[in-house]
C-alpha cells in the first residue's frame, strides 16, 4: 500500500497569531521523518491539524494520491492516521486487551468475545515483539514504557498508516528507549510512513532518514540526514551555531550561601555533605534512581529530612515544607513541569507572582494588581515569552515558554538559592539558550544556583563544579577542566 503523506500549502491563524504560513510536509512510507523546530515553531498546530484535532484556513492533505477530508479526530482514524502523544490516550481502569481494540468495544455488541478479543492483543503484541506483556493487567499497573507500547499497539490495531510520536522518549529510560527504537524499526520495515518530533539530536541521527524544519510558523528546509550535521541543523532551526549553546558566563563566585551537613531522606540520600557559593553554578549528576532529586526536595522542603542540618548564609534552617523553604530564601523548578512548576489553567501573570515571597501582595488590591503586572511584562521581556497577554493561560504556551513562567517567579522573588531540577527537559534548542542565558544572569546576580541535569554536555558546559551522585550517595566532585564525560561516567557507575 502506498503511505506517501503530502501535506501542502497548510496555513492555521489563532487570533491575531499566525501559526502556520503554507507550510509544505512530504513523508514517504518505510521511513522515519523527523519534525524539528523550536518550541512555537509550529509542530503541534501541523500534527493536530493531520489528526483532525484542527482544521486548516487553506491548503489540503494527500495520502497514497488520495485527497483526505478531514475534519475530525475520528475521521484521521479511518484514513489511518495515528498520533501517540506525551500524554497517552489510555483508559487506566482497563486491560491491555480492551485498551488495544476499544473501538471494537464501543459498537456496542451485546456480548462480547473476550477469549477472542484476547487472543487478537497477545497476536498484536507478539508482532511488535512485546509478547510477554500480559494483556488482562491493567493499564494503570503497567510502566510508561508499556503504556506507550500499548498505544502504539492500539494506533497499529486500526491498521494505521501513518504513525506520530511527538517526543516519545522524554519519560523513557536508556533501556526503553533502545526498544522503542527497534519497534520503530520494525513499523519502517512494514512500510508504515512515519513522522518522529523529538529535541534530542542524536536520535534524530540515530534513527531519522529525512527532517523537516519549521521556524516561525514556515518549513524552512527538508534534508536527508545522511546529508547533514547537527550543527548545520541548530543553524537552521534558530539561526546560530552549536557552539554558542552555551553562552559565557561572567559570574564572580563569591562566599558560601548554602552548607549541607550529612543529609539523609526517605531512604534514597544518605549522608550528603555538600555546599554552594554565590555566582556558583553546581551540577547534580548521576544515573536515573541514584538520589539527587530526593537530595534537592529534601533541601527544598519538599520531602521530609531525616537527618542533617541545612545552614544558610551560615545560620541553621529548620524548614518542613516547600513553603518554608521559599520564605527562608530557597527557590526549586522541579523536574515535572506540568504537574508542579505551573498551573496550566491559570495565566502567566497568576503564575508569576505565586511565591510565598511576592513582595507585591500588601499595599491595596488595586496598587498591587498594578506593580504584579509591571513586574510580569517586564519577566516576559527580561526572559523572552513567546505570547499575546499576560493574561493568556500557561496552557496556550509552547514547553519552552512554559518553563520559562515556570522559572518567572523564582526570578522575581529574589531567592538566595535556586534549585533547577531537568531544567531543559523537552525543551528545543533556542528555548534552551536562553535558560542557560537565564541561569547565567541570576548566578551573575549573585544567586547560588544547583541544576540536576541527566543531560551531560548540559552538565559539561555549565556548571562550574559537578558533584556525582551514586546509591544515594557522593561518589565524587569534579571541577572545571575535569569535568568531562568520561568523568562523570565512570563516578556515576562506580568505576575508578
Not at 508482532?127 to 494483556?135: I, M, N, Q, R, T
Not at 491493567?138 to 500499548?150: F, Y
Amino acid at each position: 500500500m502506498n503511505n506517501h503523506l503530502a501535506m501542502r500549502g497548510i496555513s492555521k491563524r489563532f487570533g491575531g497569531l499566525q501559526a502556520l504560513r503554507t507550510v509544505n510536509l512530504a513523508a514517504q512510507g518505510g521511513q522515519v521523518h523527523a519534525l524539528m523546530g523550536e518550541n512555537g515553531a509550529g509542530k503541534s498546530t501541523l500534527m493536530k491539524i493531520l489528526s483532525g484535532a484542527y482544521r486548516p484556513d487553506e491548503g489540503d492533505i494527500e495520502l497514497g494520491g488520495e485527497t483526505l477530508a478531514i475534519d475530525s479526530p475520528h475521521a484521521a482514524r479511518g484514513y489511518g492516521i495515528s498520533v501517540i502523544y506525551q500524554e497517552f490516550s489510555l483508559a487506566k481502569h482497563l486491560s491491555v486487551a480492551e485498551n488495544i481494540y476499544l473501538d471494537d468495544l464501543a459498537q456496542g455488541a451485546s456480548i462480547i468475545p473476550w477469549r477472542r478479543l484476547r487472543a487478537r492483543a497477545k497476536q498484536q503484541l507478539d508482532a511488535l515483539g512485546f509478547g510477554e506483556l500480559d494483556v488482562t493487567r491493567p493499564v494503570s499497573d503497567l510502566s510508561v514504557a508499556e503504556q506507550q507500547v500499548v498505544e502504539i499497539s492500539k494506533a497499529l490495531s486500526r491498521s494505521s498508516r501513518v504513525l506520530v510520536f511527538d517526543e516519545p522518549t522524554a519519560v523513557l529510560t536508556d533501556r526503553e528507549t533502545k526498544r522503542l527504537f527497534e519497534l520503530i524499526a520494525k513499523l519502517r520495515r512494514d512500510g508504515v510512513c512515519i513522522i518522529y518530533i523529538s529535541h534530542r539530536l542524536e536520535e534524530i541521527f540515530s534513527i531519522c532518514d529525512v527532517a523537516t524544519v519549521l521556524k516561525d510558523g514556515r518549513d524552512v528546509a527538508t534534508v536527508r540526514i545522511s546529508d547533514t550535521n547537527e550543527t548545520a541543523l541548530v543553524r537552521l532551526m534558530v539561526g546560530r551555531e552549536l557552539g554558542d549553546l552555551f553562552p559565557p558566563r561572567h559570574a564572580t563566585i563569591g562566599q558560601r550561601v548554602l552548607e549541607v551537613r550529612n543529609l539523609d531522606a526517605k531512604a534514597r540520600v544518605r549522608n550528603v555533605t555538600f555546599d554552594v557559593h554565590a555566582g556558583e553554578v553546581l551540577g547534580f549528576s548521576g544515573l536515573v534512581g541514584a538520589g539527587r532529586t530526593e537530595t534537592v526536595r529534601a533541601v527544598f522542603g519538599a520531602d521530609r529530612r531525616d537527618g542533617g542540618d541545612i545552614l544558610l548564609d551560615g545560620k541553621p534552617i529548620a524548614h518542613r515544607s516547600p513553603r518554608q523553604g521559599a520564605m527562608s530564601g530557597i527557590g526549586m523548578l522541579p523536574e515535572d513541569r506540568k504537574q508542579q512548576g505551573v498551573l496550566l489553567n491559570l495565566s502567566i501573570r497568576a503564575n508569576a507572582m505565586m511565591t510565598p515571597r511576592n513582595r507585591f501582595a500588601r499595599g491595596g488590591w488595586l496598587l498591587a494588581r498594578r506593580a504584579e503586572a509591571r513586574e510580569t511584562q517586564r519577566l516576559i521581556g527580561a526572559l523572552r515569552v513567546k505570547t499575546q497577554s499576560m493574561e493568556d493561560p500557561v496552557s496556550s504556551l509552547s514547553g519552552g515558554n512554559q518553563q520559562k513562567v515556570a522559572l518567572m517567579k523564582w526570578v522575581s522573588s529574589g531567592c538566595r538559592v535556586l534549585i533547577l531540577d531537568e531544567p531543559t527537559r523537552g525543551v528545543d534548542v533556542g528555548a534552551k539558550i536562553e535558560i542557560y542565558q537565564i541561569i547565567n544572569q541570576l548566578a551573575e546576580q549573585g544567586v547560588a544556583v544547583i541544576v540536576v541535569s541527566s543531560d551531560m554536555p548540559e552538565i559539561i558546559g555549565l556548571c562550574d563544579r559537578v558533584l556525582v551522585m551514586r546509591m544515594g550517595e557522593i561518589a565524587g566532585e569534579l571541577r572545571g577542566a575535569d569535568i568531562n564525560e568520561h568523568a562523570l561516567i565512570a563516578l556515576s557507575m562506580g568505576v575508578k
